[in-house]
């Protein structure tokens, strides 16, 4: 977990490089090829990954028995996925060399799924170390063989290569290592075990779809309605949001063990939530802060944009980080509600909201282009948080602490006033403007009593 969170940032950086080098219409062709290949390559898994991991964690005699069946199952189920992106594709006009590269993508990806299918394995006999290191070894290939284009030029075609040769050789070394620990597996299709396991997945697979849409969908929708340049703008910007969000994704599974542990204690269930309401927003409070008023610093390597085209995606930035200030307070309900079994509310309420996004992206990209991406990324963020609310007050049992939520708030804005006469006032270098309005948060934070000294020296005591 660690050295993802330590890997996403360098690959950030690197991945604005290959942005600036590429051009906006290649990336942004790139980016939409690559939104439609990972999520029908999400969705051919079935859910089977999931499923696995559970089932082996808890009764280790279901990978001998349903292993061999398991593994021909997910390799004709990619077989067929991989025709019906190629399919999809073809439908949505991809034509010639374009198609073909959607094919190679959508091939990447499906042996991508594959490695995570069998590092499941791995994770349900607890080789958590070993799984954390395959988990970055495709991305250091990658970062490495994109360093090395650089000086022959970057193009297109050895981009996709190169992420190609990244994950086949993760993919060999797993199963090296597969073979090793488990020895080899004799392969025997038998359906009834097919059947089983299909249909204790399907769900699973309707989850990933559904969230794989509401996630990536804006860049595909705006490159076939729009351009690929507008698509490209919208990229660069969601990938710093990407970014800074897997701080949340990293922290809300430990409170979803939290929840989960207290279960039937609705006094316990809301004190967790109401510390679980400071340790999530508060980081997320200051990064925020800092994009909205110092966010054109993030693309400093885009030498060959013109000041348009940064003004542009600027703009997105800070548009999408309004909506990562919301999950910021909001996400931890939604951890709440999965952690007490109303995940099926909470699925439906991320379907509403796909389809809201969907309309408002017809509505709204013809004339708004990447812009009308980030705004309706906004207006879903604010309406899928409306929803967790509501949900947790009428299904929980356990109260909104809107007294924190009011008190965050008001740091927040305290915040922005305080950057705000840094800015209009002092001609600081971004930087120093950062560091001070940083130790001026630290005060903020005891001034409002999000963090108190009494709680600090009950911590230091322990």
């Not at 922290?251 to 063990?257: E, Q």
């Not at 079994?341 to 909201?353: C, Q, T, Y």
């Not at 004339?367 to 009428?394: D, E, H, M, R």
């Not at 001070?436 to 600090?456: D, K, M, P, Q, Y």
Request: one cysteine or more; a positive charge; hydrophobic letters at 55%.
């Amino acid at each position: 977990m660690l050295l993802n969170l330590l890997v996403k940032p360098g690959w950030v950086v690197v991945e604005n490089l290959v942005q600036d080098r590429l051009g906006h219409h290649a990336f942004g062709t790139f980016t939409a090829l690559f939104t439609l290949a990972s999520v029908m390559a999400a969705v051919s898994d079935l859910g089977t990954t999931q499923l696995t991991t559970k089932r082996v964690a808890a009764n280790p005699a279901f990978l001998t028995e349903y292993f061999p069946t398991l593994v021909p199952l997910k390799g004709g189920l990619s077989v067929l996925f991989l025709g019906v992106v190629v399919a999809m594709g073809w439908v949505l006009g991809y034509r010639g060399h374009t198609l073909t590269l959607l094919a190679l993508i959508e091939i990447g990806m499906l042996l991508a799924q594959y490695t995570l299918f069998l590092r499941g394995v791995l994770q349900a006999h607890q080789r958590f170390n070993t799984d954390a290191l395959l988990s970055v070894l495709e991305k250091f290939l990658l970062l490495g063989l994109v360093l090395g284009l650089i000086p022959i030029g970057i193009t297109l075609n050895n981009y996709v290569a190169a992420r190609s040769v990244a994950i086949g050789f993760t993919f060999v070394v797993l199963y090296g290592l597969m073979r090793r620990l488990y020895g080899q597996v004799k392969l025997k299709l038998r359906w009834e075990h097919a059947r089983t396991v299909l249909q204790a997945s399907l769900p699973l697979a309707l989850i990933t779809l559904v969230y794989g849409l509401n996630e990536r969908i804006d860049m595909l929708m705006l490159e076939r309605m729009v351009s690929a340049r507008e698509a490209s703008y919208y990229a660069a910007a969601y990938r710093w949001g990407d970014t800074v969000m897997m701080y949340l994704w990293t922290i809300l599974p430990l409170f979803f063990a939290k929840f989960a542990y207290v279960f039937d204690k609705p006094d316990e269930q809301r004190d967790v939530l109401w510390f679980g309401q400071r340790v999530v927003t508060v980081p997320m409070l200051l990064v925020c802060a800092f994009v909205l008023f110092r966010g054109e610093v993030l693309f400093w390597q885009f030498t060959h944009s013109t000041a348009s085209e940064v003004a542009r995606m600027v703009l997105c930035l800070k548009i999408l980080f309004a909506s990562v200030l919301i999950h910021a307070f909001f996400a931890i309900y939604s951890t709440l509600l999965t952690s007490t079994n109303h995940e099926r509310a909470v699925s439906w309420l991320v379907v509403a909201s796909t389809v809201l996004n969907v309309v408002l992206n017809v509505l709204l990209m013809p004339t708004l282009g990447a812009v009308a991406g980030a705004i309706n990324t906004l207006v879903c963020a604010v309406f899928v948080s409306v929803g967790y609310l509501w949900l947790v007050q009428k299904r929980t049992g356990v109260p909104v602490p809107w007294g924190w939520i009011t008190r965050l708030g008001l740091a927040f804005g305290l915040l922005c006033a305080v950057w705000y006469g840094l800015q209009t006032g002092l001609a600081l270098h971004w930087l120093l403007e950062s560091v001070v309005a940083s130790v001026a948060f630290v005060g903020i934070l005891f001034l409002t009593s999000v963090v108190r000294i009494s709680e600090l020296r009950k911590l230091l005591q322990k």
